[in-house]
């Protein structure tokens, strides 16, 4: 049974385990693969996008015929964003954009050569050592084995990744955590998120990557479609205790909106406590006034519409929310700003990029 992470009258998405082929392979046609097991469960899709037999993740389906084409457009105006994590070798610290031309170079391998397409590839690390790194690696464009050829160009192959470093892990470990686009009946924005398998969790701790004993909660992560948990995801911790303090699993609100910022920092805070991310300061506050309480709330200080400053205000003139201890987090570096910002009632300030050890450490002292 494939798990479903969310499905309407026109699009299905699944969480793909790691191991099997999206399609039918002509010189194994016995063999299992993706389409087919969904369709047996939902019925005739159509297929507009794959993973690596190696990946895990967040893959979706189109079950209407007509539609295909509004989701083909989407793709080729670069409006379907993609989200991976991944285990890499070596320790990549600083965040990057890759831009490197690839090209077939074997029957089954492409490269980094000159006259090739044009690859695009943002990385972000998350938690960095001399064992491995885990990073968020977002795609700006689409190119066979794209993240992997990057980041074998760069010095930092997947880990397991037998065709472009080592065999050195169960299967190279990549995930694809995040996808998001338009319906392409309602126009709303839709984000599906996928959880971290065990078999990354398990790499990633035999490296000592503490953050990845979080994983995504399954389920639907969807804007704008009637639904309560308007572009809201949450992020929950593996049953072994990690992150419990005092018996209840402290409750962290993470809101950014920038996605791959969040889905770093918000594995961070996965190591303090069960963590709810909102895209703006607008969701931060609705989610308040729907009677959420937080034990700390960490918050961009620049956004749209609705900034950190204002939710700080807004939390200050609430009774169940002004002694809630808030983290702003700016990429501006200001002795007078962080004045300004703790005389509104702020409980402490960090600058971007933001560590995610000191973010954790810090946020684990307020709660």
Request: neutral net charge.
């Amino acid at each position: 049974m494939i798990r479903v992470l969310f499905e309407d009258e026109c699009l299905v998405f699944v969480d793909k385990p790691a191991g099997i082929v999206v399609q039918r392979r002509l010189h194994a046609p016995d063999e299992p693969f993706l389409l087919d097991l969904v369709e047996r469960q939902v019925g005739p899709v159509s297929l507009l996008q794959r993973l690596d037999r190696g990946t895990s993740g967040v893959l979706f389906f189109s079950k209407r015929g007509e539609l295909n084409a509004r989701l083909t457009r989407q793709f080729e105006r670069k409006r379907i964003r993609k989200r991976y994590l991944a285990i890499v070798e070596g320790a990549l610290a600083e965040p990057r954009t890759i831009d490197l031309p690839i090209a077939r170079v074997g029957a089954i391998q492409f490269g980094v050569r000159e006259g090739g397409k044009r690859a695009i590839t943002h990385v972000e690390p998350i938690e960095a050592r001399p064992t491995g790194s885990l990073v968020a690696l977002r795609l700006e464009t689409g190119r066979t084995h794209q993240l992997r050829v990057h980041l074998s160009a760069i010095g930092h192959p997947l880990a397991g990744d037998w065709l472009y470093g080592e065999r050195n892990a169960e299967r190279p470990m990549l995930h694809a955590a995040e996808l998001e686009l338009t319906h392409p009946l309602t126009q709303q924005p839709l984000r599906v998120t996928a959880p971290v398998p065990p078999d990354f969790r398990a790499e990633a701790l035999r490296r000592g990557l503490g953050a990845a004993r979080s994983g995504v909660r399954p389920g639907l992560r969807i804007s704008g479609l009637g639904l309560p948990e308007n572009r809201v995801a949450q992020y929950c911790l593996r049953q072994d205790g990690f992150g419990e303090r005092g018996g209840a699993m402290k409750q962290v609100l993470a809101v950014d909106d920038e996605g791959t910022v969040l889905s770093v920092i918000a594995l961070a805070l996965a190591r303090v406590g069960e963590v709810t991310t909102a895209a703006d300061g607008s969701e931060a506050i609705r989610l308040m006034k729907e009677g959420r309480s937080f034990d700390c709330v960490v918050l961009d200080l620049d956004m749209p519409n609705v900034g950190g400053s204002e939710v700080v205000t807004w939390m200050k003139g609430e009774p169940g929310h002004r002694d809630t201890p808030v983290v702003l987090l700016t990429a501006y570096e200001s002795a007078d700003l962080e004045r300004e910002l703790l005389a509104k009632g702020a409980s402490a300030y960090l600058t971007k990029p933001v560590d995610p050890d000191k973010l954790a450490q810090l946020v684990g002292s307020l709660v």
